[in-house]
């Protein structure tokens, strides 16, 4: 009866990927709700005394785990380091530390490369974990330690709803970690409570997103800046907007990009800056020298009002913690990938030539 009226009225329905990217405080809550317990503790199973960790996945997972990984070794100086799953499976004869925790991360369970990775690990060591939203996926079912992101399904291509689903499992991971070395972890389960809230927060700049899309959509090529693990969420953001608008857009840490990247501005080219707590003057000094030298069209999402002379349009989140702030950047990239692809008329849910799983 709904789809009929739909049809006579014409009703615009909501793309998957708008509707999952909605969707996500809801995920965030239920994974509160299954794996922080009462007292704060995190209710995950891991092997004990984990000292290194090693995080393999593709695409957006990959962004996760990058992201993450920049954490445990600057936040909780646990070794990490993140691969992609395409060049890690193809290394022969891994050599496998009994020291690290494998951790596997893959919204569908089913990407070849990362299946392959985990073959390759899990013959030399049980001391693997797979992040997965799919329960008996090849992934789910080889791995020693689970966790579920229940996100529910995802349709869209471009993933979202997965993607803070992991991420925030990845911050209780952290968490647990911390548990493990007798860390105080109060402060981490607090922020990551308020998550759900910090994400609805952000939906409402959509009047803001919808405007700088319409700029965004006349360029052929956009970069985004960002530092620490800001970085691997600038390289996602380039992922969505690339996915689903098909603007050539590159990630670039803030200080890297003054080493020659810049000269790409002499080309007509958008800019995203996302500029968290750290390095606050140098990331405006850059800003300054864009606005002074080129004539691009910018967007800058910060924590707070940065005053630039004639910064084109900005996003002040008054966000002073790094979690809450990178949460509330990842939704806005999405919003951002989505605006710019409805924009253009591009089928955000199925762009052409894409497929969900990479097999
Ligand atoms: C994300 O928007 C992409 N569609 C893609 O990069 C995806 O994240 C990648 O193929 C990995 O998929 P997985 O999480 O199911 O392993």
Same mark, same amino acid.
């Given at each position: ?15 998957y990927m708008e ?23 995190? !209710?995950?199973? @891991?092997?004990? &005394?984990? %000292?290194?960790?090693? #995080?393999?996945?593709? $695409?957006?997972?990959?962004?996760? /785990? *990058? ?68 329960? !008996?996926?090849? @992934?789910?079912? &080889?791995? %020693?330690?689970?966790? #579920?992101?229940?996100? $529910?399904?995802?349709?869209?291509? /471009? *993933? ?90 590159? /990630? ?39 606005e002074d030298d ?29 979690i809450e702030l ?34």
């Open positions: 009866m709904i789809e009929f009226l739909k049809k006579i009225f014409k009703i615009k329905k909501n793309s509707t999952e990217i909605y969707e996500q405080p809801d995920v965030i809550n239920n994974l509160i709700k299954k794996y922080i317990n009462k007292d704060g503790t995190i !209710n995950l199973e @891991l092997p004990d &005394n984990i %000292k290194k960790t090693a #995080l393999i996945a593709s $695409g957006s997972s990959y962004h996760s /785990a *990058s992201a993450a990984a920049n954490y445990l070794r600057d936040k909780i100086h646990c070794y990490a380091q993140a691969y992609y799953a395409s060049e890690f499976s193809q290394v022969e004869n891994i050599d496998v530390d009994s020291d690290t925790l494998y951790i596997f991360i893959s919204q569908s369970g089913e990407t070849s490369d990362t299946n392959k990775s985990l073959e390759n690990v899990r013959v030399k060591t049980d001391k693997t974990l797979a992040i997965t939203n799919t329960k !008996n996926s090849t @992934l789910y079912n &080889n791995a %020693k330690y689970k966790i #579920l992101l229940n996100a $529910g399904v995802e349709k869209s291509i /471009a *993933s979202t709803k997965a993607v803070s689903a992991q991420l925030f499992c990845l911050f209780l991971v952290a968490g647990k970690i911390m548990q493990q070395r007798e860390m105080p972890a109060v402060q981490l389960i607090e922020e990551l409570k308020k998550i759900p809230q910090i994400i609805k927060n952000a939906f409402e700049f959509r009047r803001n997103i919808q405007d700088y899309a319409k700029t965004l959509a006349n360029y052929e090529n956009a970069a985004i800046l960002a530092s620490g693990m800001f970085y691997p969420l600038a390289k996602e953001g380039a992922l969505k907007i690339k996915e689903t608008a098909y603007i050539n857009t590159t /990630a670039y840490p803030t200080g890297e990009f003054l080493h020659g990247h810049i000269a790409i501005l002499n080309k007509k080219c958008a800019v995203i800056s996302v500029v968290n707590n750290v390095n606050v003057e140098f990331t405006i000094k850059v800003l300054k020298k864009i080129y004539n691009s069209d910018t967007l800058v999402l910060s924590a707070f009002n940065l005053n630039l002379k004639k910064s084109d349009s900005a996003i002040c989140l008054n966000l002073y913690n790094d990178l949460f509330s950047a990842l939704i806005i990239l999405q919003l951002l990938a989505c605006e710019t692809a409805l924009f253009l008329g591009r089928n955000v849910d199925k762009p052409s030539g894409l497929t969900k799983v990479v097999k």
